[in-house]
C-alpha cells in the first residue's frame, strides 16, 4: 500500500531504516552531536532559528501563537479553510480578541489584507496559512503580508505545515510553524518552529511549548525535555535526501509531480491555476468515496476533502516517496471510473 496523503506520507526506505532503532539518552554527546546536524540542516532549509519539540503540526502552530500572542490582543486570522480555522481557534483560546478575515477556498489577495488590519486600532498579529491543507491551496502572497504585519508593528505567524520545503519559502517570516510527517518526509511527532524574531508574549505559557526554554539550550543542543528522538533520526536522514537533491529542485520535483496530476485527471481542480498546491492537490468529484476505494483495490490510499467540501472533493498527495509511475497508475483507474 503507498500513502498519497496529506500526512503522514510515503516514507523513503533510508528515513524508516534510520527511525527504526534503539533511543539514545538524550543527554549524552552522541545524541547531541545528531541533533546539531539536524538543527544545522533546517537552516538550510529556511533561514530562521529551528526549534524542535514532540508534538503534531498542530502543536507547532499552537505554540507559536501562545508564544507571540497575550490574552486580550487584536489578532487578525485569515481563513480560507480548515487549518484558518484553528489558527483562529488558538488564538481565541489564547485570551485574544480576534478579527477573522474571511474568504473561500483562496486567500484574500494582499491589498484586501492590508484594507482589512488598517481598520482595526491595535493589532498585534496576523495568522495565516501558507498551504491550506482541506482545499490544496498555497498562498504565495506570504513576503507582501510580512510587510503589512511590519508597517503595523504586528507578527506574522504562518503555517506550513503541509509546505516547507516542498513549498519554500524565500523572504523573511516572523514565525513559521510546519512539522515532520509531511514535505520533510519523516515520521509523525516532530513540531518544527521557525522564529526570527524573539517570543515576546508575557502570560505565562505552558512549560512544553515555551519556546524561550529551547532557544536558552539551543548552542549545546541540550532540549528542555525528551525530544521525538526517532523522529529526529529519520529527520537527519530525510534532511540529507532533500540537501542532497537541493531545495529549487525539490520545489520543482513536486511542481512536475502536481501538475502531471492538474493536467491529467479528467476532475476539476478546487484551486485556480495561480495558487494551486504543488504539495496537496484537491479535485472536485461526484463519488469521491468510490475513486478512493478503488484506487485502495490498486494498492494506493488518497484522501477524500474536508470541511464544507467533504461530500465532493478528493485530495491526493505528492509528497514523499511516490514515483511519476505511481502518479500515472492513480491517474488511469480515477480517468477510468469518471469514463463509466
Same mark, same amino acid.
Request: hydrophobic share 40%; proline share 8%.
Given at each position: 500500500?503507498?500513502?498519497?496523503?496529506?500526512?503522514?506520507?510515503?516514507?523513503?526506505?533510508?528515513?524508516?531504516?534510520?527511525?527504526?532503532?534503539?533511543?539514545?539518552?538524550?543527554?549524552?554527546?552522541?545524541?547531541?552531536?545528531?541533533?546539531?546536524?539536524?538543527?544545522?540542516?533546517?537552516?538550510?532549509?529556511?533561514?530562521?532559528?529551528?526549534?524542535?519539540?514532540?508534538?503534531?503540526?498542530?502543536?507547532?502552530?499552537?505554540?507559536?501563537?501562545?508564544?507571540?500572542?497575550?490574552?486580550?490582543?487584536?489578532?487578525?486570522?485569515?481563513?480560507?479553510?480548515?487549518?484558518?480555522?484553528?489558527?483562529?481557534?488558538?488564538?481565541?483560546?489564547?485570551?485574544?480578541?480576534?478579527?477573522?478575515?474571511?474568504?473561500?477556498?483562496?486567500?484574500?489577495?494582499?491589498?484586501?489584507?492590508?484594507?482589512?488590519?488598517?481598520?482595526?486600532?491595535?493589532?498585534?498579529?496576523?495568522?495565516?496559512?501558507?498551504?491550506?491543507? &482541506?482545499?490544496? +491551496? $498555497?498562498?504565495? !502572497?506570504? %513576503? #507582501?503580508?510580512?510587510? =503589512?504585519?511590519?508597517? @503595523?508593528?504586528?507578527?506574522?505567524?504562518?503555517?506550513?505545515?503541509?509546505?516547507?520545503?516542498?513549498?519554500?519559502?524565500?523572504?523573511?517570516?516572523?514565525?513559521?510553524?510546519?512539522?515532520?510527517?509531511?514535505?520533510?518526509?519523516?515520521?509523525?511527532?516532530?513540531?518544527?518552529?521557525?522564529?526570527?524574531?524573539?517570543?515576546?508574549?508575557?502570560?505565562?505559557?505552558?512549560?512544553?511549548?515555551?519556546?524561550?526554554?529551547?532557544?536558552?539550550?539551543?548552542?549545546?543542543?541540550?532540549?528542555?525535555?525528551?525530544?521525538?528522538?526517532?523522529?529526529?533520526?529519520?529527520?537527519?536522514?530525510?534532511?540529507?535526501?532533500?540537501?542532497?537533491?537541493?531545495?529549487?529542485?525539490?520545489?520543482?520535483?513536486?511542481?512536475?509531480?502536481?501538475?502531471?496530476?492538474?493536467?491529467?485527471?479528467?476532475?476539476?481542480?478546487?484551486?485556480?491555476?495561480?495558487?494551486? &498546491?504543488?504539495? +496537496? $492537490?484537491?479535485? !472536485?468529484? %461526484? #463519488?469521491?468515496?468510490? =475513486?478512493?476505494?478503488? @484506487?485502495?483495490?490498486?494498492?494506493?490510499?488518497?484522501?477524500?476533502?474536508?470541511?464544507?467540501?467533504?461530500?465532493?472533493?478528493?485530495?491526493?498527495?505528492?509528497?514523499?516517496?511516490?514515483?511519476?509511475?505511481?502518479?500515472?497508475?492513480?491517474?488511469?483507474?480515477?480517468?477510468?471510473?469518471?469514463?463509466?
Amino acid at each position: 500500500m503507498k500513502f498519497l496523503t496529506p500526512g503522514p506520507v510515503q516514507l523513503p526506505k533510508k528515513v524508516i531504516e534510520a527511525t527504526a532503532r534503539q533511543p539514545e539518552f538524550h543527554r549524552i554527546d552522541e545524541f547531541r552531536k545528531t541533533l546539531r546536524r539536524v538543527l544545522d540542516n533546517l537552516t538550510k532549509v529556511y533561514k530562521g532559528i529551528p526549534i524542535i519539540a514532540p508534538g503534531t503540526g498542530t502543536f507547532a502552530v499552537d505554540a507559536a501563537i501562545y508564544n507571540y500572542i497575550d490574552p486580550g490582543e487584536e489578532v487578525v486570522a485569515i481563513v480560507h479553510g480548515e487549518f484558518g480555522e484553528r489558527m483562529s481557534e488558538a488564538a481565541k483560546s489564547r485570551g485574544a480578541k480576534v478579527y477573522e478575515l474571511r474568504y473561500r477556498i483562496h486567500p484574500p489577495p494582499p491589498d484586501v489584507v492590508e484594507d482589512f488590519v488598517k481598520k482595526l486600532k491595535n493589532v498585534k498579529a496576523i495568522t495565516v496559512v501558507h498551504n491550506e491543507t &482541506s482545499v490544496g +491551496v $498555497t498562498n504565495r !502572497y506570504l %513576503d #507582501k503580508l510580512q510587510k =503589512i504585519a511590519e508597517g @503595523l508593528g504586528a507578527i506574522l505567524i504562518v503555517d506550513s505545515v503541509s509546505a516547507l520545503p516542498a513549498e519554500p519559502i524565500r523572504h523573511r517570516v516572523d514565525v513559521v510553524a510546519t512539522a515532520t510527517q509531511k514535505a520533510f518526509m519523516a515520521p509523525p511527532g516532530g513540531a518544527i518552529i521557525y522564529i526570527n524574531v524573539e517570543p515576546r508574549a508575557k502570560s505565562p505559557i505552558p512549560p512544553s511549548m515555551s519556546l524561550r526554554k529551547f532557544i536558552e539550550r539551543l548552542d549545546k543542543a541540550d532540549p528542555p525535555y525528551t525530544p521525538p528522538i526517532n523522529v529526529i533520526y529519520g529527520l537527519d536522514a530525510a534532511l540529507e535526501i532533500i540537501l542532497d537533491m537541493g531545495i529549487e529542485t525539490y520545489h520543482e520535483l513536486h511542481k512536475q509531480k502536481a501538475e502531471l496530476l492538474y493536467k491529467s485527471l479528467k476532475l476539476k481542480p478546487v484551486a485556480e491555476e495561480p495558487l494551486r &498546491s504543488y504539495t +496537496v $492537490t484537491a479535485f !472536485y468529484a %461526484d #463519488k469521491p468515496t468510490d =475513486i478512493i476505494n478503488e @484506487l485502495k483495490k490498486h494498492g494506493y490510499v488518497i484522501a477524500g476533502g474536508m470541511g464544507e467540501l467533504k461530500n465532493n472533493t478528493i485530495r491526493i498527495g505528492v509528497m514523499g516517496d511516490i514515483s511519476v509511475e505511481d502518479l500515472k497508475k492513480v491517474i488511469e483507474v480515477v480517468n477510468s471510473l469518471v469514463d463509466r
